[in-house]
C-alpha cells in the first residue's frame, strides 16, 4: 500500500533516514524529543555537562544541586578530621559523630564565605584547607548563579498542544485537525506550523520510511493570542484520503508537528515539536470550545479543555 499521491522528494526528509520504524515506536517523543539511542560516547563529556544542565528538568537540577554541595561538604568534613578537630577551635563536640558534623557545618560556613565565628581554623595546614574551600565555593556559587540566570534566559516556546488528533468535518468533506495555544502569557508573532507524514512503505520487498509534508489550510498566523486549530483538508490530494484507521495503523503512521514563532518577551525565535501517532488520531469528531465571555463580556479561553472532543455522527460529516 502507498499512500503517495505525488513524487517524493529528498528535502522532505526529518534527518531521520529511511530506515523502517519498529511497531509502536516513535521517531520523535510526545514532547518534541528525538526518540533514538545514543551509545559509544564516553561517560563523562564536559562538552556536553552545559546542555545537561540547563536543559534539564527544575526538579532535577535542583536536586543535582542539593547532592553536589552535600558531597563537598562530606569530603571537606572528612579532610577536617582527618587533619585532626583540635585544629577546629569552637567546637564541643565528644563522640567521633558529633566531631564528623562539627566540620561538617563549619565546612558549610566556609564555602559560603558566612563564617558565624563560632568555629574557626587553628593552624596552618586547617587554615590553608580552610582558604581554598572558601575560593572553591567563590567559583562553584558563581557557576551555579550562572546556570540559573541561563535556565531563567533561555528562550523556548511553551507550546500546549492537544492530546489528539481529530477528523472532523470540514467543508463538505473531513479534515485531519489538531489544537494548541500559547502556555505563557507572552507574545507570540509571526508563528509558521509544519505537518510531516511518515509512515513505513514497502520498495522491492524491503520496508522503508517515507516522509511527506502535509498541506494545511493555513499554516501562518500574525499572533497566538488564543488557541490555534491546525487544519488538513483532507481532499484527493491528500495522503489520508479514503484510508482508515486500520490502514494507517498497518502502515505505523507517525505525523511530527514543527512550530516556529518569534517571541515578543525574548526577541528571539524559538521552536517547538510534537508527535502524534496513528492511535493518537480520533475518527468522526471535533474540538469542543474552549472560548467563553465571562460576565464583563471579555473573552476567556480555558486551556484546561484544550484537549476536550465532542463525537460526531456520520450524518454530520
Known amino acids: 500500500m502507498s499512500f503517495i499521491k505525488r513524487k517524493l522528494h529528498q528535502e522532505d526528509d526529518l534527518g531521520f533516514g529511511n530506515r523502517p520504524m519498529g511497531k509502536d515506536q516513535r521517531m520523535m517523543n510526545a514532547n518534541g524529543s528525538s526518540n533514538i539511542k545514543r551509545i559509544g560516547l564516553p561517560f563523562f563529556r564536559s562538552s556536553d555537562t552545559y546542555n545537561w544542565l540547563i536543559s534539564m528538568s527544575w526538579g532535577k537540577f535542583l536536586t543535582v544541586i542539593v547532592i553536589a554541595w552535600l558531597i563537598v561538604n562530606i569530603l571537606f568534613a572528612f579532610v577536617y578530621v582527618g587533619v585532626g578537630i583540635e585544629n577546629l577551635k569552637g567546637t564541643d563536640g565528644v563522640t567521633p559523630r558529633d566531631h564528623f558534623f562539627d566540620a561538617f557545618f563549619f565546612s558549610a560556613q566556609t564555602i559560603s564565605t558566612v563564617g558565624y565565628g563560632h568555629i574557626s581554623p587553628s593552624g596552618f595546614i586547617t587554615s590553608c584547607i580552610a582558604a581554598f574551600e572558601s575560593m572553591l565555593g567563590l567559583l562553584a556559587f558563581a557557576l551555579a548563579t550562572g546556570l540559573l540566570y541561563g535556565r531563567f534566559s533561555r528562550p523556548n516556546a511553551k507550546i500546549l498542544y492537544s492530546k489528539n488528533m481529530v477528523v472532523a468535518p470540514y467543508k463538505n468533506t473531513t479534515a485531519l485537525m489538531f489544537r494548541l495555544a500559547n502556555f505563557r502569557n507572552s507574545q507570540l508573532i509571526e508563528i509558521a506550523v509544519q ?123
Request: no cysteine; charged share 25%; proline share 3%.
Open 195 to 317: 505537518l510531516v507524514f511518515t509512515y513505513n512503505e514497502m520498495v522491492r520487498g524491503q520496508k522503508v520510511r517515507r516522509f511527506m509534508p502535509l498541506e494545511l489550510e493555513r499554516s501562518k498566523i500574525g499572533l497566538l493570542s488564543l488557541s490555534w486549530t491546525v487544519v488538513h483538508p483532507i481532499n484527493e490530494d491528500s495522503p489520508l484520503f479514503g484510508k482508515t484507521k486500520e490502514e494507517l495503523m498497518d502502515a505505523e503512521v507517525e505525523l511530527i508537528v514543527l512550530l516556529q514563532a518569534f517571541d515578543d518577551t525574548f526577541s528571539q525565535t524559538v521552536h517547538s515539536r510534537a508527535s502524534y501517532l496513528d492511535e493518537s488520531i480520533i475518527y468522526d469528531a471535533k474540538f469542543a470550545p474552549v472560548f467563553y465571555h465571562d460576565d464583563n463580556g471579555l473573552t476567556t479561553i480555558d486551556l484546561s479543555k484544550l484537549s476536550e472532543i465532542e463525537m460526531v455522527t456520520s450524518a454530520q460529516i
